[in-house]
């Protein structure tokens, strides 16, 4: 006799004014769901807090400030946050629901990303960035797998659950006081615990930039904490079978993004957008302004100026 099919207790269930109807993905900060709600007759995502955290102050406290933060940023390449509660002992996150794939399951597919159409992402996210830091916030989290690429080409950054205060160092969350993040993308003076400020957003999509155009990323090692050391004592080196036949805009805008050195960073979001304006006109220039995908199925992302 065939085994019964497990059927997901969550799908049918009404959180808030929302009912789930399937699975959309699960991660180490809960899964999310498709739902709908019936006041507003539209899809959203609604993202629940596993069982196993409910307890614990900090994973809870994590998930009420993406809510509280996210739901403070009105940018149209920002997920919206429509609505946050407990319902059934579980605490929910009613967001936008974005009909596409993230950057990293795009990665993954295609390999890496044709220069233009990684200029063109990253535009997209620095503009993000720029309204978060403007309201005090900074991201610390910015990777592929946080910037949602929806069909129509539209890219919207998503998971503000790192954020924190850029002028309240009080509000900064650490999880059993370690070091929050991920690795691969964590600026050198957030490894090292140090007070930061806007600056390791643009390293984080410096490094962003650079996985795009080279497949790969910059810092690896067999543990998260070989990584951490790779990124803190490692120069950012730039592959001449990728870099060479691009124009030196393009490669000063990812130096000038990655330094080490806070001081020697970009130092805000709006020099940040002038870099990659001056790369995507070189690209142009040069005749590399196609967004098509190098390698596989995708769409073609639209300009961001």
Do not use: C
Not at 10 to 33: D, E, H
Not at 64 to 89: F, K, M, W, Y
Not at 110 to 122: H, K
């Amino acid at each position: 006799m065939a085994k019964s099919q497990y059927t997901d207790p969550i799908i049918g269930q009404t959180f808030g004014n929302v009912v789930a109807k399937s699975i959309l993905g699960r991660g180490g900060m809960g899964a999310v769901y498709l739902g709908h709600h019936p006041g507003l007759d539209m899809k959203v995502a609604v993202k629940l807090l596993p069982d196993l955290f409910v307890g614990k102050r900090e994973m809870v406290e994590r998930f009420l400030r993406e809510a509280r933060v996210s739901g403070r940023l009105q940018h149209p390449n920002i997920v919206r946050t429509l609505d946050v509660g407990q319902d059934h002992g579980v605490y929910y996150l009613v967001m936008e629901y974005v009909e596409g794939v993230d950057a990293q399951r795009l990665l993954d597919r295609e390999t890496r990303f044709s220069p233009m159409r990684a200029v063109n992402i990253a535009g997209f996210v620095a503009r993000a960035l720029g309204e978060a830091h403007e309201q005090g916030i900074i991201h610390r989290d910015i990777k592929p797998a946080n910037i949602l690429i929806a069909r129509d080409g539209k890219v919207k950054v998503t998971d503000f659950g790192l954020a924190r205060s850029i002028t309240n160092t009080a509000t900064a969350l650490t999880l059993s006081n370690q070091v929050v993040g991920t690795p691969n993308y964590m600026a050198p003076e957030q490894i090292k615990s140090m007070e930061v400020d806007a600056r390791v957003d643009i390293y984080a999509l410096g490094v962003t930039l650079w996985q795009f155009l080279t497949g790969v990323l910059p810092f690896d090692g067999a543990t998260p904490m070989a990584v951490l050391l790779n990124v803190v004592g490692e120069n950012l080196t730039m592959p001449r079978d990728t870099f060479d036949p691009l124009p030196k805009e393009l490669r000063e805008a990812v130096v000038a993004m990655t330094a080490k050195d806070p001081r020697r960073r970009l130092p805000n979001i709006p020099a940040v957008l002038a870099v990659l304006k001056k790369a995507r006109d070189a690209l142009r220039a040069a005749g590399l302004d196609s967004t098509a995908p190098l390698t596989g199925p995708g769409r073609n992302t639209s300009m961001w100026t």
